[in-house]
């Protein structure tokens, strides 16, 4: 049984961003960051967004990028971390919501703190981010705005309820949007299935993964995910908006 991508895990770049305005949160590890190195190999100029400002500042020094130290869930910290990113960069006319947490407990043993931590991270950091982009999306051609959300927000498991809750406003707020700021601006949302990344595995549920669940057997890497995320960025996309695409290794179906 495999555990990793096969011998095709690499990523050959050739421009699709180039000339694109970027914002990735969560930008400081696991996805954010991979996606980050992918974006900038492919020519976007980024700005980079993390709560953590040593490790968002690594990264963005990895590849010239500029940094914005926040914590999505502050409605202050957003609105000033993406006015800096606006001005450095010129504009925005795309955006990536990659922060988030990982929340696992049966709701009996899921305190109100708890359930609120979930949400201001993972829901209301994503429309805090989103709104706050508003204004310069609205003046950029072709703009992007992609949102993770997750493969429990399209089937849930157990010992989850509290993040699949999260990750499912996430999908339905994608879908709202998707409508309201069509035809300026695509929205889109991706559903990981498990991801080879810090997170996962420090959370109890990526100790003993269960992928019998998994069509493909294994974990995605944090560049798979980072490519389905490249996809929506780009052109190739062009009539894609409203979508959940499930990069789940089969989870869903199986």
């Known amino acids: 049984m495999p555990e990793r991508a096969p011998s095709w ?29 992918v974006f900038a190999s492919e020519g976007a100029a980024l700005a980079l967004l993390d709560v ?24 202050a910290q957003v ?8 001005a450095t960069l010129g504009g925005i006319d795309g955006v990536v919501n990659a922060a988030g947490i990982t929340v696992t407990g049966l ?12 949400m201001s991270i993972n829901l209301d950091g994503t429309f805090l981010v989103c709104r706050a982009c508003l204004p310069w999306l609205r003046q950029a051609s072709a703009a992007t705005i992609v949102n993770i959300a997750s493969g429990q927000a399209l089937l849930p498991g157990a010992s989850l309820s509290a993040y699949a809750a999260s990750k499912g406003g996430v999908l339905t707020l994608t879908r709202a949007l998707a409508v309201e700021l069509a035809p300026l601006i695509r929205v889109n949302a991706i559903c990981p299935g498990i991801v080879d990344t810090p997170m ?10 269960d992928l019998s669940r998994y069509a493909l057997r294994r974990m995605a890497t944090p560049l798979e995910i ?20 499930a990069v789940d290794g089969g989870r869903t179906f199986h």
């Open 200 to 209: 996962a595995r420090g959370a109890a549920l990526a100790a003993a993964p």
């Open 107 to 118: 709701l009996g043993d899921t305190d109100f703190a708890t359930w609120r931590r979930a």
């Open 226 to 245: 980072a490519q389905s995320l490249l996809f929506l960025t780009g052109r190739e996309s062009a009539f894609v908006t409203g979508v959940a695409l």
């Open 79 to 86: 609105a000033e971390a993406v006015g800096q990113a606006a």
């Open 52 to 75: 953590n400002p040593q490790a968002v500042a690594e990264a963005a020094a990895e590849i010239g990028a500029a940094t914005c130290p926040a914590d999505v869930s502050d409605e």
């Open 9 to 37: 895990e690499e990523h050959v770049p050739s421009g699709r961003l180039t000339g694109r305005r970027i914002l990735i949160t969560g930008a400081g590890s696991g996805i954010g960051r991979r996606t980050a190195q």
